[in-house]
């Protein structure tokens, strides 16, 4: 039995049976709502790392900052089921076709976004084992294409496959005020910005 699930038996006391059964049920209800529960590999080791955090910071007072980023995209994300998006990008830019291989309702977040949180991070003072959800903007990827194709004018872009095995209602984490401001990028201006950075690696 869990130390939760102890603690709410001695709370309620021995005397009344059936309303202790029903606040220990309660009280386990509530602990499996929030606790996280990983549907992949990939999400249990990271779980897993953020526990190895939390152990080093009360053990060892060593500080550190994770991101929980949602569909991080822009230039140089070109490998994996997530980087759909960002094969897209650099796809419409050269007029090339290109597949978005899931479907559904994510966060996209733009690359920057996370590139400046941890930038934050390395530059202040961090306190404890900081863990922060960042799910950008979030959208259906249909939203995400008719953004791109309004942008480039370039329509070859199809989308297949199944939603992403991740809840699509996320919210993301209030950052820190000693990590300072950092709002996220919408869909349109994190495309703009993908384009500018693929032009000025390779040219117009």
């Known amino acids: ?3 939760e699930a102890l603690m709410c038996l001695r709370l309620l006391g021995p005397r009344v049976h059936l309303l202790r059964i029903s606040a220990l049920l309660a009280c386990l209800v ?7 529960q990983p549907l992949t590999l990939y999400g249990v080791t990271k779980l897993a790392v953020e526990g190895i955090a939390r152990v080093y910071a009360a053990d060892y007072g060593i500080a550190s900052v994770g991101l929980r980023p949602y569909v991080v995209y822009g230039p140089g994300e070109s490998s994996g089921i997530a980087a759909g998006p960002s094969i897209a990008i650099a796809a419409s830019r050269r007029k090339e076709a290109a597949t978005i291989r899931f479907s559904g309702r994510v966060g996209f977040v733009y690359v920057d976004d996370v590139a400046q949180l941890l930038a934050a991070a ?3 003072p961090i306190q404890g084992a900081t863990v922060l959800t960042m799910t950008g903007d979030t959208r259906e990827i249909v939203d995400f294409k008719a953004a791109l194709v309004a942008r480039t004018g370039w329509t070859t ?3 297949e496959g ?8 996320l919210t993301s ?3 820190p005020l000693w990590l300072g401001n950092h709002p996220p990028t919408s869909i349109e201006d994190g ?7 693929l032009r000025g690696q390779n040219g117009p």
């Open 191 to 197: 495309i703009e910005a993908s384009i500018a950075a």
């Open 157 to 159: 872009i199809d989308i």
């Open 122 to 124: 390395t530059t202040r």
């Open 1 to 3: 039995m869990s130390k």
């Open 173 to 175: 984490d209030p950052v």
């Open 30 to 36: 509530r602990r499996m709502q929030c606790t996280p």
């Open 162 to 169: 199944p939603p992403l095995r991740i809840p699509s209602d």
